[in-house]
């Protein structure tokens, strides 16, 4: 596609439940970022995928988060057990390696 | 490691005049600076980038922003403001190589008065 995608726009869900969060990057990006966006907060770095070497694990706040690429392209972020401190928006975005993002328009998560 | 900061949370600045937002970074050597715009509700748009050569970048929207290694600033300038400009902006900087996360602030939300 044109731009990153990210899907879905909006998940409430129930404390305690897992949640998947899916990014498709620009076709031909080599790296994928994501990014959590609390309120007030700015943008905090959770993980970072750059072609076939071993993710950038370092941002992930606890490991009930997770996060995988498959074949280069599409990832998923998955946030297991759900807690209210969970809410948040979760930004996706790619490059070509050079540090350039282009972000989606962000998954927007309700945990209640 | 590298860091962010803009000092200013907030700025209002009347329609037509001149703006300037703050940023300051901390990184060894020399770094990739990316400044970002979010509208509310929107993912965020790269507005200019500076990785190398001159120190005064255009980028889009009439957007500017200059490189000062003696100051570790990235400020982010535009002579006109127009009311479609308020929104948050975010400075970020990267790691000059190949393998670069990317560090942002905190953001500057700009309102725009008339």
């Known amino acids: 596609g044109a731009g990153v995608s990210q899907s879905p726009s909006n998940k409430v869900t129930e404390k305690g439940k897992d949640v998947e969060l899916r990014c498709d990057p620009i076709?031909?990006?080599?790296?994928l970022y994501w990014y959590r966006q609390s309120l007030g907060q700015g943008l905090e770095f959770l993980i970072y995928?750059?072609?076939?070497?071993?993710?950038?694990k370092s941002g992930l706040p606890s490991d009930r988060f997770s996060a995988e690429r498959t074949g280069g392209s599409v990832s998923t972020l998955t946030i297991q057990r759900t807690q209210q401190e969970d809410s948040a928006v979760y930004l996706c975005?790619?490059?070509?390696?050079?540090?350039?993002?282009?972000f989606g328009q962000g998954t927007r998560l309700t945990v209640v | 490691a590298q860091s962010v900061t803009q000092p200013d949370i907030h700025i209002t600045v009347s329609e037509g005049a001149s703006l300037e937002l703050r940023c300051n970074y901390s990184y060894g050597a020399t770094p990739y600076l990316f400044w970002y715009v979010q509208s509310p509700g929107q993912g965020l748009q790269l507005l200019l980038k500076y990785f190398s050569g001159d120190t005064l970048v255009q980028g889009i929207k009439g957007f500017e922003a200059e490189f000062k290694r003696s100051q570790s600033s990235f400020n982010l300038r535009k002579p006109s403001v127009h009311w479609s400009d308020a929104a948050e902006y975010f400075c970020a900087v990267g790691v000059n190589s190949g393998y670069s996360t990317l560090t942002f602030g905190k953001g500057t939300m700009l309102l725009v008065s008339p």
């Open positions: 975005a790619s490059s070509l390696g050079d540090g350039t993002a282009f």
């Open positions: 995928f750059q072609g076939n070497s071993a993710p950038d």
């Open positions: 076709s031909g990006h080599t790296a």
